[in-house]
């Protein structure tokens, strides 16, 4: 599966969308498509990791780099995964426990403090 990062306007904020492996070869990608959104000024963004086959230490890295940015300026960063292998890795190294995991984009963009206000 070839790589690509979308970005669209969901319901409380950008939705970048990815699809193929995160990997050491596409994590710049991902990270530069991410900063460009909180150069936006962003402050409630989800990461749809649906069409996602693989992830490794690179591609972490590039989420918990946005993960950090955003939370500096009371922002809110959210991912919608949901191959079970993938939701493994976020499980291994705790990522998970730091950045929230939801099964659809949908659930994501409820869960964001931006949906409660």
């Not at 939701?87 to 705790?94: A, D, K, P």
Request: proline share 3%; charged share 25%; no cysteine.
């Amino acid at each position: 599966m070839e790589f690509s990062v979308t970005t669209r306007q969901g319901r409380v904020g950008p939705v970048i969308e990815v699809a193929g492996d995160l990997d050491m070869a596409t994590a710049p990608q991902l990270r530069d498509s991410l900063l460009k959104v909180l150069e936006t000024g962003a402050r409630t963004v989800v990461v749809d990791l649906t069409q996602v086959g693989f992830v490794d230490s690179s591609g972490l890295g590039a989420l918990v780099l946005v993960y950090k940015n955003l939370r500096e300026r009371d922002g809110w960063l959210g991912l919608a995964v949901v191959r079970q292998s993938i939701r493994n890795v976020f499980s291994i190294t705790s990522v998970d426990r730091v950045i929230p995991l939801f099964g659809t984009v949908r659930e994501a963009e409820d869960g964001s403090p931006a949906a409660a206000r």
